[in-house]
Nanobody, 116 residues
Framework: QVQLVESGGDLVQPGGSLRLSCAAS????????MGWYRQAPGKPRELVAT????????TYAAFVKGRFTISRDNAKNTLYLQMNSLKPEYTAVYYC?????????WGQGTQVTVSS
């Protein structure tokens, strides 16, 4: 299993932007399709975006509505999520994991809080 470390979360005002990063250990990152997931307080974890191993196909949850961009740099073993025009309802802990069938062991996540 690949070790995953998320970072980049912060407190941001509505309309602001953040770039999340997910650093992966191990040599298999480049052959895995990956996803960003989120878990808001009191809600189940849900899928936000996915990207194929080569980065050429991306999918987004409906609630993203063109605000987020998922990308990856396989040379750096890193997954990214650019988040723009943030709204309070995007407040959650964001995680990365493989997609589909995420590993049962998750990283610590990174907290995104959108509030004025």
């Amino acid at each position: 299993q690949v070790q995953l470390v998320e970072s980049g979360g912060d407190l941001v005002q509505p309309g602001g932007s953040l770039r999340l990063s997910c650093a992966a250990s191990g040599s298999i990152f480049g052959i895995l399709a990956m996803g960003w997931y989120r878990q808001a307080p009191g809600k189940p974890r849900e899928l936000v975006a996915t990207i194929t191993s080569a980065g050429n196909t991306k999918t987004y949850a409906a609630f993203v509505k063109g605000r987020f961009t998922i990308s990856r740099d396989n040379a750096k073993n890193t997954l990214y999520l650019q988040m723009n025009s943030l709204k309070p309802e995007y407040t959650a802990v964001y995680y990365c994991n493989k997609y589909p069938s995420p590993w049962s062991s998750w990283g610590q996540g990174t907290q995104v809080t959108v509030s004025s």
